[in-house]
């Protein structure tokens, strides 16, 4: 039976708890989940004057042996009962010096017999490792093998009301999906601009982020965004869906191309995959598109009344055309605004 793999939040726990395990294999698409394990573990395990002598961190990019790595772990801490030993950047390693079958089998023997007093935290970033492979298994067996995947758009919103809430700040429904659609699934970024939005947050207001405070401070207009450019389609409000990409071609450095093609390709890409749903009431079709809540769905259902399936699928060909015409292909000479306001014309008409 295969080990029940752990979520970010019960890695933190037990490490809280000072349960600890002798290798940390951090991996994944999304950054910020391992650069949060590493980080705790590198701040919390050992007091400030352990660390002078039990901490140590490498970086993937300076590696020209992983035995620099194995050597370090099997040291003994000093006046500690614990040391850490972190490597960071592990994808940069230079596969022409070191191979991954070496580094695999330099640290499937390290495992065999692993220092019990040393917490080895590898942060291996945008890619994982064969989890059929005998040292993912070892990995396992050992301590924690941790994918790090990257969120769904429609998980975005719950993540940030999260993050906020755990800082006694809350925030207005549509200013979550202001920062979505600007954002998106970048969780670094995320975390920053929301950081952003807590320190200017006046200390005689109630702590709640509302669109204004969006617009001033993170540069996106509560009228003319990614979110209100989807309503406006959504219903088919020609008028304002045009005011808005006027507004985008106005201001391309805050509203890239780029950007919105993204926001309209997931969202149609969502309700192609609506139709498709077993059950095509709100509950149903947040469970196929892994929705936070069943209201979230009310935009897709709406949606679906007013363009047919068909249709959707010619949206989704005609902003594949788009993107690829911003990128120079086809007709170089047409500019973003033009490109989109024939796409916009395309899918209203």
């Given at each position: 039976?295969?080990?029940?793999?752990?979520?970010f939040e019960e890695?933190?726990?037990?490490?809280?708890?000072?349960?600890?395990?002798?290798?940390?294999y951090?991996?994944?698409?999304?950054?910020?989940?391992?650069?949060?394990?590493?980080?705790?573990i590198?701040?919390?395990?050992?007091?400030?004057?352990?660390?002078?002598?039990?901490?140590?961190?490498?970086y993937?990019?300076?590696l020209?042996?992983?035995?620099?790595?194995?050597?370090?772990?099997k040291r003994?801490?000093?006046?500690?009962?614990?040391?850490?030993?972190?490597?960071?950047e592990?994808?940069?390693?230079?596969?022409?010096?070191?191979?991954?079958d070496?580094?695999?089998?330099?640290?499937?023997?390290?495992?065999?017999?692993?220092?019990?007093?040393?917490?080895?935290?590898?942060?291996?970033?945008?890619?994982?490792?064969?989890?059929?492979?005998?040292?993912?298994?070892e990995?396992?067996k050992?301590g924690?093998?941790?994918?790090?995947?990257?969120?769904?758009?429609?998980?975005?919103?719950?993540f940030?009301?999260?993050?906020?809430?755990?800082?006694?700040?809350g925030?207005?429904?549509?200013?979550?999906?202001?920062?979505t659609?600007?954002?998106?699934?970048?969780?670094?970024?995320?975390?920053?601009e929301?950081?952003?939005?807590?320190?200017?947050?006046p200390?005689?207001?109630?702590?709640?982020v509302?669109?204004?405070?969006v617009?001033?401070?993170?540069?996106?207009?509560?009228?003319y965004?990614?979110?209100?450019?989807?309503?406006?389609?959504i219903?088919?409000?020609?008028?304002?869906?045009?005011?808005?990409?006027?507004?985008?071609?106005?201001?391309?450095?805050?509203?890239?191309?780029?950007?919105?093609l993204?926001?309209?390709?997931?969202?149609?890409?969502?309700?192609?995959?609506?139709?498709?749903?077993?059950?095509?009431?709100e509950?149903?079709i947040?469970?196929?598109?892994g929705?936070?809540?069943?209201?979230?769905?009310?935009?897709?259902?709406?949606?679906?009344?007013?363009?047919?399936?068909?249709?959707v699928?010619?949206?989704i060909?005609?902003?594949?055309?788009?993107?690829?015409?911003?990128?120079?292909?086809?007709?170089?000479?047409?500019g973003?605004?033009?490109i989109?306001?024939?796409?916009?014309?395309?899918i209203?008409?």
């Open positions: 039976m295969a080990k029940k793999e752990l979520s890695i933190l726990r037990a490490l809280k708890a000072k349960q600890y395990a002798p290798i940390y951090l991996m994944g698409e999304e950054g910020y989940y391992i650069d949060r394990i590493a980080d705790y590198a701040n919390n395990v050992l007091t400030k004057e352990e660390q002078e002598f039990n901490l140590t961190i490498l993937g990019g300076d020209t042996d992983f035995a620099a790595v194995i050597n370090a772990a003994y801490p000093m006046m500690a009962e614990h040391q850490v030993v972190i490597l960071k592990m994808q940069s390693i230079d596969r022409r010096q070191l191979s991954p070496k580094l695999s089998e330099q640290l499937w023997h390290y495992l065999q017999k692993p220092q019990p007093s040393t917490l080895l935290v590898l942060c291996h970033k945008y890619g994982t490792i064969d989890r059929r492979k005998k040292l993912a298994a990995i396992e050992r924690v093998l941790f994918e790090s995947k990257r969120l769904k758009e429609g998980q975005v919103p719950a940030i009301e999260s993050y906020l809430q755990a800082r006694q700040t925030i207005d429904a549509k200013a979550a999906a202001m920062l659609d600007f954002v998106g699934t970048d969780l670094g970024r995320l975390v920053g929301l950081d952003k939005l807590i320190i200017t947050l200390p005689e207001q109630k702590r709640t509302t669109p204004e405070l617009e001033k401070n993170i540069g996106i207009s509560k009228e965004n990614g979110f209100e450019l989807r309503n406006a389609l219903v088919k409000d020609v008028l304002k869906a045009n005011k808005i990409i006027k507004y985008f071609a106005e201001n391309p450095k805050t509203n890239p191309i780029q950007m919105t993204a926001l309209l390709f997931n969202f149609y890409a969502n309700l192609m995959l609506a139709y498709y749903a077993p059950d095509k009431s509950q149903g947040a469970a196929m598109l929705l936070k809540s069943p209201w979230a769905a009310r935009d897709y259902i709406s949606a679906m009344r007013r363009y047919s399936g068909v249709k699928m010619q949206i060909g005609e902003i594949r055309y788009a993107d690829a015409r911003s990128k120079g292909v086809g007709n170089p000479q047409i973003d605004a033009d989109m306001r024939e796409l916009i014309f395309k209203l008409h």
